[in-house]
């Protein structure tokens, strides 16, 4: 198992030699399975759908993952999705999981936690609002598929699912998203992604620890771009 550590430099010399130090040396290197790299701000909001901050952004990278990434083309590609189909008229949506998905504290990845995060992020973001907008029914039909039947067309769904830039809509376990909306910060950092947060070792404006699970590929073969090898248990 591989660790990360992101620590702040608490002083602009500090920062300099450890940006200098990355630059000659590529890592900085601190046993066979732990990188060590000081990030651009200190990660005082674990919640990437609450915060447009970059390193919080970056943290949801890593502990999370979406229905759908982009490809070097900004293409939408299945992420955790494994089919969709869509109804002729654009109006009617079904999409399946793929099986197998797990989140960071062992239990499984449900319909209804993509489609209780979805409805989250779409009352945050500014492009999951125009999408919730026209959306009329949106709920779980079973263990892995759920449903989306929209009001009248609407020809970014797929882009909306797949965007990349904050906010993004990761999925959370729908106890978490659910309760909380997209104004209030959830309190845990429970992902399906490819790395889990050492939340015991978090000291907020010093360190962050994150470690590397057994990953599958998802997606694409080979990984292209944002959509690429993301992980679950």
């Not at 900085?28 to 759908?49: C, E, Q, S, Y």
């Amino acid at each position: 198992m591989r660790k990360f550590i992101l620590r702040r430099m608490t002083s602009p010399a500090k920062a300099v030699l450890a940006a200098l130090a990355l630059v000659f040396s590529g890592v900085v290197n601190a046993g066979d399975n732990v990188l060590r790299f000081a990030a651009h701000a200190d990660l005082k909001n674990t919640d990437p759908i609450w915060t447009t901050a970059k390193i919080s952004t970056m943290h949801g990278w890593m502990i999370y993952d979406t229905l759908f990434g982009i490809d070097s083309n900004y293409v939408p590609q299945p992420q955790m999705v494994d089919t969709w189909t869509r109804s002729d008229d654009g109006l009617n949506w079904t999409f399946t999981l793929r099986a197998g998905m797990k989140w960071h504290d062992g239990d499984p990845v449900r319909a209804a936690d993509a489609v209780a995060s979805v409805k989250r992020w779409g009352s945050r973001d500014a492009m999951g609002m125009k999408l919730m907008a026209v959306v009329d029914y949106f709920e779980p039909d079973n263990e892995l598929t759920f449903t989306m039947k929209l009001n009248k067309p609407f020809g970014m769904v797929l882009q909306a699912l797949a965007k990349s830039s904050a906010n993004i809509p990761f999925i959370m376990k729908e106890e978490v998203a659910a309760k909380y909306d997209g104004f209030t910060q959830v309190p845990t950092n429970i992902g399906s992604g490819p790395f889990m947060m050492v939340e015991e070792e978090w000291v907020p404006g010093s360190k962050v620890s994150t470690r590397s699970l057994k990953t599958t590929s998802q997606g694409m073969s080979p990984p292209t771009f944002i959509q690429a090898v993301k992980g679950c248990m």
